[in-house]
C-alpha cells in the first residue's frame, strides 16, 4: 500500500512478512483483474489505463470490500460468506464471463456478470455441511476444497482454470485437481448442499483421499503433491500442472472430449517421472 496505513485504488498489498499467492487475468474486453490478498480483495484496472508508459494506474472496481480504502474482513466471516474475501489467491474467468476467485476460505467464488464494487458472489464452491451422525466436516470429500483453510489450521485451493466453462480447481493440500460441471447444470443452494459437487477428480482415486502421491514414497506419471497452478493448452487438449511438492511441472493429454485427463506425457524439472 505504498508505506500507507491503509489501501487506495491504486495500492496492493503482496507482501506482509511472507509472500502470498497471487493470480491475475485479462477479461474478454482487455480489463486486468488482480487478487490483493493482503487487502483481501480482487481489484479490475480497465484496459483503458493500462497503456504504455502508465505509473499507479487506478483500479475501478473492487469485489471482497466495499470500498478502495477498507481491507478487513467483514464482522461475523465464515465460508458461507459471500460478500468478503479471504486472502484471495486464485482468478480465472470462464467463457460466458463468470470469474472465479479462490481464497484462504478453503472455497472458490463464484462472481456473474455485470461486475459492480462491493458485490456478493453468485455461489461458494467448497463449502460442505456436517453430515448426520458426525460433529465435524470430513476432508476431501466431492464437496470440500482445501482442509478448512483458515478456519482450522489446514490448506486452501490455489490455481484455477477453466475449459469452457467447466472450472478445474487446484486443490493443493488434497495433491488433487477437481473439476466441476457447467454452472447451469448445479443443483441450488440449500443447507444440505450449500456449495454444486464435484464431478472429477485427478491425481486421487477417490474423492475422499487426498494424500500426497497417493501415499507413495516416490510420484508417477499420474499422481501429485501439493499442485498449485496450472496453463490450458489447445482448448484443453493438455493441461501443463505445476506439481510444487515433486518440483516439477507435467503435462496432461485429454482423454478424447470428456475432460478427464491420463497421465503426464511430459515432465520438466525432473530426469524421469519418478523423482520429486
Known amino acids: 500500500n505504498e508505506g500507507q496505513p491503509a489501501p487506495t485504488q491504486k495500492t496492493l498489498s503482496l507482501f506482509t512478512g511472507g509472500i502470498f499467492t497471487l493470480a491475475m487475468a485479462f477479461d474478454a474486453q482487455g480489463n486486468l483483474w488482480v487478487t490483493d490478498p493482503g487487502n483481501n480483495r480482487v481489484l479490475r484496472f480497465p484496459v483503458g489505463s493500462l497503456v504504455a508508459g502508465t505509473t499507479e494506474p487506478p483500479a475501478d472496481l473492487v469485489l471482497g470490500q466495499n470500498d478502495f480504502t477498507t481491507s478487513s474482513l467483514a464482522p461475523g466471516f465464515n465460508q458461507q460468506t459471500k460478500t468478503t474475501l479471504d486472502q484471495p489467491g486464485g482468478l480465472t474467468f470462464d467463457q460466458t464471463g463468470r470469474l472465479y476467485v479462490s481464497d484462504s476460505g478453503s472455497r472458490v467464488l463464484q462472481f456473474s456478470p455485470p461486475f459492480n464494487t462491493g458485490a456478493g458472489a453468485a455461489r461458494v464452491l467448497g463449502v460442505s455441511q456436517v453430515l448426520p451422525g458426525q460433529t465435524t466436516i470430513t476432508y476431501p470429500t466431492n464437496y470440500t476444497l482445501g482442509s478448512g483453510g483458515a478456519f482450522n489450521g489446514g490448506g ?9 466453462n467447466n472450472l478445474f480447481v487446484c486443490d493443493s493440500p488434497q495433491s488433487r485437481i477437481v ?25 486421487q482415486t477417490s474423492f475422499t483421499v487426498g494424500k500426497a502421491n497417493q501415499g507413495a514414497t516416490q510420484p508417477t506419471g499420474g499422481t501429485f503433491a501439493g499442485v498449485s497452478a496450472a496453463a490450458v493448452y489447445n482448448n484443453g487438449a493438455e493441461i ?37
Open 156 to 164: 486452501s485451493p490455489e490455481g484455477l482454470f477453466t475449459i469452457g
Open 179 to 203: 473439476r466441476y460441471d457447467d454452472p447451469s447444470t448445479w443443483p441450488l443452494e440449500s443447507q444440505t448442499t450449500f456449495s454444486p459437487p464435484q464431478l472429477t477428480v485427478i491425481g
Open 240 to 276: 501443463w500442472i505445476v506439481d510444487a511438492g515433486n518440483n516439477r511441472v507435467v503435462a496432461l493429454p485429454q482423454n478424447g472430449s470428456t475432460q478427464t485427463f491420463g497421465s503426464a506425457t511430459r515432465v520438466i524439472g525432473q530426469l524421469d517421472y519418478i523423482y520429486n
